[in-house]
């Protein structure tokens, strides 16, 4: 990770993969994941240190910030709305958090916000996770 302001920008999506799946596994009905499915998500990231700010914007749709530092625990919400407490780490240069029903990691290649969702347990799930696609420098 080069410097202390490494994610800093704004990224809108470009890519993703495994989308539809995802979603099923996250117990979503078709109607939202089809919703969801082409929404030209906007992330925007300040990056002091270990301080970060991160956005995330829904044309159309609701926006989310949720303010952290590494290693500490902090308030978060999903873009649902859901509450829930969380302590993000950054490993290897990537950002790490577990949200409610799934783990997200986000790293920098090659200019590009690379972010990736992994369940964390099959099976239904409240609508209330969502899944921050791949961001590319807008």
């Not at 989308?19 to 979503?28: A, I, P, V």
């Not at 409610?100 to 099976?123: C, F, M, Q, R």
Request: charged letters at 25%; one cysteine or more.
């Amino acid at each position: 990770l080069s410097g202390s302001m490494a994610f800093t920008g704004k990224y809108e999506i470009e890519s993703e993969s495994n989308y539809d799946e995802f979603m099923k596994r996250l117990g979503l009905p078709s109607d939202r994941i089809e919703k969801g499915r082409n929404l030209k998500t906007i992330s925007e990231v300040q990056q002091d240190g270990q301080t970060f700010t991160w956005s995330q914007n829904y044309p159309g749709g609701p926006s989310i910030t949720n303010n952290f530092t590494i290693g500490k625990e902090c308030d978060m919400e999903t873009v649902m709305g859901k509450k829930f407490k969380a302590t993000v780490q950054m490993e290897g240069g990537k950002v790490v958090v577990n949200f409610p029903h799934y783990n997200y990691t986000a790293e920098i290649v090659d200019g590009k916000l690379v972010e990736v969702s992994v369940p964390l347990v099959p099976g239904k799930i409240d609508e209330n996770a969502f899944l921050p696609p791949a961001m590319a420098p807008k």
